[in-house]
Protein backbone atom coordinates (compact mmCIF):
# COMPACT_ATOMS: atom_id res chain seq x y z
CA UNK A 1 0.00 0.00 0.00
CA UNK A 2 2.67 2.51 1.16
CA UNK A 3 4.24 1.80 -2.61
CA UNK A 4 1.40 2.92 -4.20
CA UNK A 5 0.71 5.99 -2.22
CA UNK A 6 5.03 6.31 -3.00
CA UNK A 7 3.87 6.00 -6.42
CA UNK A 8 1.08 8.21 -6.72
CA UNK A 9 2.44 11.28 -4.99
CA UNK A 10 5.54 11.10 -7.56
CA UNK A 11 3.12 10.82 -10.62
CA UNK A 12 1.25 13.64 -9.02
CA UNK A 13 4.94 15.56 -8.48
CA UNK A 14 5.60 15.10 -12.03
CA UNK A 15 1.96 16.84 -13.21
CA UNK A 16 2.33 19.87 -10.77
CA UNK A 17 5.80 20.21 -12.30
CA UNK A 18 4.38 20.36 -15.94
CA UNK A 19 1.98 22.82 -15.20
CA UNK A 20 4.05 24.77 -13.27
CA UNK A 21 6.46 24.82 -16.09
CA UNK A 22 3.42 25.38 -18.61
CA UNK A 23 1.74 27.75 -16.52
CA UNK A 24 4.94 29.82 -16.58
CA UNK A 25 5.31 30.05 -20.46
CA UNK A 26 3.74 33.16 -21.64
CA UNK A 27 1.07 32.99 -24.33
CA UNK A 28 3.37 34.83 -26.29
CA UNK A 29 5.88 32.56 -25.97
CA UNK A 30 3.77 29.32 -26.70
CA UNK A 31 2.22 31.05 -30.12
CA UNK A 32 5.92 32.14 -31.25
CA UNK A 33 7.41 27.98 -30.43
CA UNK A 34 4.08 26.76 -32.68
CA UNK A 35 5.03 29.13 -35.07
CA UNK A 36 8.06 27.86 -35.42
CA UNK A 37 7.25 24.53 -35.60
CA UNK A 38 4.56 24.90 -38.41
CA UNK A 39 7.23 26.78 -40.21
CA UNK A 40 9.59 24.23 -39.93
CA UNK A 41 7.15 21.54 -41.63
CA UNK A 42 6.40 24.59 -44.41
CA UNK A 43 10.34 24.54 -45.31
CA UNK A 44 10.19 20.70 -45.47
CA UNK A 45 7.17 20.70 -47.94
CA UNK A 46 9.06 23.41 -50.00
CA UNK A 47 12.46 21.59 -49.81
CA UNK A 48 10.53 18.72 -51.21
CA UNK A 49 9.37 20.10 -54.00
CA UNK A 50 12.78 21.77 -54.85
CA UNK A 51 14.47 18.42 -54.24
CA UNK A 52 12.60 16.23 -56.99
CA UNK A 53 12.87 19.52 -59.35
CA UNK A 54 16.83 19.46 -58.81
CA UNK A 55 17.05 15.03 -59.06
CA UNK A 56 15.30 15.89 -62.74
CA UNK A 57 18.13 18.61 -63.29
CA UNK A 58 21.00 16.15 -62.02
CA UNK A 59 20.21 13.69 -63.90
CA UNK A 60 21.88 12.47 -67.43
CA UNK A 61 18.51 12.54 -68.96
CA UNK A 62 17.33 15.98 -71.01
CA UNK A 63 14.07 17.45 -71.93
CA UNK A 64 13.04 17.56 -75.25
CA UNK A 65 12.53 21.36 -74.20
CA UNK A 66 15.42 23.10 -73.67
CA UNK A 67 14.22 26.26 -72.37
CA UNK A 68 12.97 24.36 -69.46
CA UNK A 69 16.41 23.72 -68.42
CA UNK A 70 16.79 27.63 -67.60
CA UNK A 71 13.63 27.92 -66.24
CA UNK A 72 14.01 25.23 -63.93
CA UNK A 73 17.14 26.89 -62.38
CA UNK A 74 15.16 30.20 -62.09
CA UNK A 75 12.59 28.53 -60.05
CA UNK A 76 14.94 27.04 -57.64
CA UNK A 77 16.79 29.89 -57.33
CA UNK A 78 13.50 32.28 -56.48
CA UNK A 79 12.47 29.11 -53.91
CA UNK A 80 15.16 28.95 -52.10
CA UNK A 81 15.10 33.27 -51.88
CA UNK A 82 11.67 32.78 -50.86
CA UNK A 83 12.38 30.28 -47.65
CA UNK A 84 12.02 32.31 -44.57
CA UNK A 85 13.92 30.65 -41.39
CA UNK A 86 13.17 30.59 -37.80
CA UNK A 87 14.64 33.53 -35.91
CA UNK A 88 15.69 33.29 -32.73
CA UNK A 89 13.27 34.45 -29.83
CA UNK A 90 12.79 38.34 -29.47
CA UNK A 91 12.69 39.71 -25.95
CA UNK A 92 9.31 41.41 -24.56
CA UNK A 93 5.42 40.04 -25.11
CA UNK A 94 4.84 42.07 -28.02
CA UNK A 95 8.13 41.37 -29.66
CA UNK A 96 7.41 37.61 -29.83
CA UNK A 97 3.69 38.47 -30.69
CA UNK A 98 4.36 40.04 -33.79
CA UNK A 99 7.11 37.18 -34.33
CA UNK A 100 4.91 34.83 -34.19
CA UNK A 101 2.31 36.56 -36.60
CA UNK A 102 4.69 36.88 -39.40
CA UNK A 103 5.52 33.19 -39.09
CA UNK A 104 2.49 32.24 -39.36
CA UNK A 105 1.72 34.33 -42.13
CA UNK A 106 4.63 31.96 -44.32
CA UNK A 107 2.78 30.95 -47.53
CA UNK A 108 4.64 28.71 -49.79
CA UNK A 109 1.31 27.17 -51.62
CA UNK A 110 2.19 29.14 -54.98
CA UNK A 111 5.77 28.49 -55.11
CA UNK A 112 5.26 24.96 -54.49
CA UNK A 113 2.82 24.64 -56.95
CA UNK A 114 4.93 26.20 -59.90
CA UNK A 115 7.51 24.14 -58.71
CA UNK A 116 5.24 20.73 -58.94
CA UNK A 117 4.14 21.95 -62.48
CA UNK A 118 7.62 22.57 -64.05
CA UNK A 119 8.38 19.15 -62.34
CA UNK A 120 5.92 17.67 -64.04
CA UNK A 121 6.79 19.64 -67.29
CA UNK A 122 9.91 18.22 -67.54
CA UNK A 123 9.16 14.99 -66.62
CA UNK A 124 6.73 14.77 -69.55
CA UNK A 125 9.60 16.46 -71.45
CA UNK A 126 12.10 13.82 -70.33
CA UNK A 127 9.68 11.47 -71.49
CA UNK A 128 9.22 12.63 -74.95
CA UNK A 129 13.11 13.20 -75.98
CA UNK A 130 13.29 9.53 -75.44
CA UNK A 131 10.86 8.53 -77.86
CA UNK A 132 12.52 10.90 -80.84
CA UNK A 133 16.46 9.95 -79.40
CA UNK A 134 17.45 7.40 -82.30
CA UNK A 135 14.28 5.58 -81.70
CA UNK A 136 13.37 1.99 -82.94
CA UNK A 137 12.29 1.97 -86.34
CA UNK A 138 9.41 -0.14 -85.95
CA UNK A 139 8.01 2.17 -83.11
CA UNK A 140 8.29 5.08 -85.78
CA UNK A 141 6.36 3.24 -88.76
CA UNK A 142 3.84 2.30 -85.92
CA UNK A 143 3.35 6.03 -84.83
CA UNK A 144 2.76 7.34 -88.49
CA UNK A 145 0.53 5.01 -89.82
CA UNK A 146 -1.19 6.24 -87.18
CA UNK A 147 -1.24 9.61 -88.60
CA UNK A 148 -4.37 10.90 -90.56
CA UNK A 149 -3.12 11.21 -94.37
CA UNK A 150 -0.64 9.18 -94.36
CA UNK A 151 -1.00 5.55 -96.26
CA UNK A 152 1.81 3.98 -95.96
CA UNK A 153 5.89 3.36 -94.66
CA UNK A 154 8.25 1.52 -95.68
CA UNK A 155 11.97 1.53 -93.97
CA UNK A 156 14.84 1.34 -96.06
CA UNK A 157 17.78 -1.49 -96.30
CA UNK A 158 21.13 -0.98 -97.51
CA UNK A 159 19.81 -2.38 -100.77
CA UNK A 160 17.54 0.33 -101.80
CA UNK A 161 18.80 3.19 -99.93
CA UNK A 162 18.09 6.07 -102.33
CA UNK A 163 20.52 8.36 -100.39
CA UNK A 164 23.12 6.00 -99.54
CA UNK A 165 23.52 6.94 -96.03
CA UNK A 166 22.48 4.26 -94.05
CA UNK A 167 24.37 3.34 -91.10
CA UNK A 168 27.34 5.22 -92.81
CA UNK A 169 29.28 7.93 -90.56
CA UNK A 170 27.23 10.41 -89.55
CA UNK A 171 24.55 9.04 -91.66
CA UNK A 172 21.01 7.91 -90.33
CA UNK A 173 20.48 4.85 -88.36
CA UNK A 174 16.90 3.81 -90.22
CA UNK A 175 15.41 6.28 -93.18
CA UNK A 176 11.42 5.78 -93.23
CA UNK A 177 9.73 7.22 -96.84
CA UNK A 178 6.16 7.73 -96.53
CA UNK A 179 2.54 8.03 -99.10
CA UNK A 180 0.30 11.01 -97.86
CA UNK A 181 -2.62 11.53 -99.99
CA UNK A 182 -2.86 15.22 -99.53
CA UNK A 183 0.18 15.45 -102.41
CA UNK A 184 -1.32 15.58 -106.19
CA UNK A 185 -2.73 12.15 -107.27
CA UNK A 186 -0.69 12.09 -110.35
CA UNK A 187 2.20 11.50 -107.74
CA UNK A 188 0.69 7.96 -107.00
CA UNK A 189 -0.40 6.81 -110.24
CA UNK A 190 2.66 4.93 -110.34
CA UNK A 191 2.62 1.38 -109.59
CA UNK A 192 6.07 2.37 -107.40
CA UNK A 193 6.96 1.37 -103.43
CA UNK A 194 7.20 4.76 -101.13
CA UNK A 195 11.02 4.40 -101.24
CA UNK A 196 10.89 4.80 -104.90
CA UNK A 197 8.69 7.91 -104.77
CA UNK A 198 10.74 9.37 -102.18
CA UNK A 199 9.70 12.32 -100.35
CA UNK A 200 7.58 13.36 -103.32
CA UNK A 201 4.89 10.66 -102.39
CA UNK A 202 4.55 12.35 -98.62
CA UNK A 203 7.83 12.69 -96.95
CA UNK A 204 10.52 10.75 -95.34
CA UNK A 205 11.73 10.55 -91.39
CA UNK A 206 15.64 10.04 -90.85
CA UNK A 207 16.47 9.12 -88.02
CA UNK A 208 19.86 9.41 -86.38
CA UNK A 209 22.16 8.50 -83.94
CA UNK A 210 22.71 11.92 -82.10
CA UNK A 211 21.51 15.26 -82.23
CA UNK A 212 24.42 16.57 -84.13
CA UNK A 213 24.17 14.48 -86.72
CA UNK A 214 20.37 15.33 -87.70
CA UNK A 215 21.15 19.18 -86.71
CA UNK A 216 24.02 18.72 -89.66
CA UNK A 217 21.62 16.97 -91.92
CA UNK A 218 18.42 19.88 -91.41
CA UNK A 219 21.33 22.47 -92.05
CA UNK A 220 22.63 20.64 -94.97
CA UNK A 221 18.76 20.54 -96.61
CA UNK A 222 18.45 23.59 -95.58
CA UNK A 223 21.29 25.58 -98.17
CA UNK A 224 18.88 24.22 -101.01
CA UNK A 225 15.62 26.00 -99.25
CA UNK A 226 14.51 29.07 -102.21
CA UNK A 227 16.20 26.94 -104.67
CA UNK A 228 15.19 25.20 -107.52
CA UNK A 229 15.91 21.64 -105.35
CA UNK A 230 14.14 22.57 -102.60
CA UNK A 231 12.20 19.27 -101.38
CA UNK A 232 9.61 21.03 -99.45
CA UNK A 233 9.54 21.84 -95.62
CA UNK A 234 11.73 19.88 -93.29
CA UNK A 235 12.37 20.07 -89.23
CA UNK A 236 14.29 18.82 -86.89
CA UNK A 237 12.62 16.76 -83.43
CA UNK A 238 14.92 14.80 -81.00
CA UNK A 239 17.56 13.16 -83.33
CA UNK A 240 14.89 12.94 -86.46
CA UNK A 241 14.83 14.81 -89.44
CA UNK A 242 11.40 15.34 -90.68
CA UNK A 243 11.03 16.04 -94.68
CA UNK A 244 7.85 16.54 -95.86
CA UNK A 245 7.47 16.60 -100.11
CA UNK A 246 7.26 20.04 -102.13
CA UNK A 247 4.18 18.54 -104.01
CA UNK A 248 1.95 19.06 -101.16
CA UNK A 249 0.24 22.91 -100.34
CA UNK A 250 2.14 24.97 -98.14
CA UNK A 251 -0.29 24.72 -95.35
CA UNK A 252 -0.36 20.88 -95.86
CA UNK A 253 3.27 20.44 -95.37
CA UNK A 254 3.21 22.78 -92.13
CA UNK A 255 -0.12 20.79 -90.72
CA UNK A 256 1.92 17.44 -91.50
CA UNK A 257 5.05 18.44 -89.83
CA UNK A 258 2.86 19.21 -86.66
CA UNK A 259 1.23 15.83 -86.98
CA UNK A 260 4.12 13.61 -87.00
CA UNK A 261 5.93 15.43 -84.14
CA UNK A 262 2.75 14.88 -82.45
CA UNK A 263 2.71 11.75 -83.27
CA UNK A 264 6.19 10.65 -82.18
CA UNK A 265 5.79 12.50 -79.21
CA UNK A 266 2.66 11.00 -77.48
CA UNK A 267 3.30 9.60 -74.14
CA UNK A 268 3.25 5.69 -74.48
Given at each position: ?K????ML?G ?10 T?C?KS ?9 V???E ?7 S ?20 L?R ?8 E ?6 P ?10 K ?5 N ?5 T?I ?8 E????IQ??K?V ?7 V ?5 NVE????A???T?GN?PNG???K ?9 F ?6 A ?6 TS ?18 E ?9 S???G ?15 I????E???Q ?8 L ?5 A?E
Amino acid sequence: MKSITKMLKGTLAVILLLCVTACGKSQAKIDFEEAVTALEAKNQELDSAISDLWVLLESEDRPLDPTLLERSVEMMKNAEGAKVLPPEMGKGEEVIGKQASELNAVDYSTVITELKKLTEEMTTSIQQCKLVTNPPVEQVIKRILNVENITNAEAVTEGNDPNGMLNKPGGYTSAIFFECDLVPAKIHLSNTSAIEKGTSGGGCLEIYATTEDAESRNAYISSFDGRIFAAGKHAVIGTVVIRISGEMKEQDQELMIQRLIEALTAPE
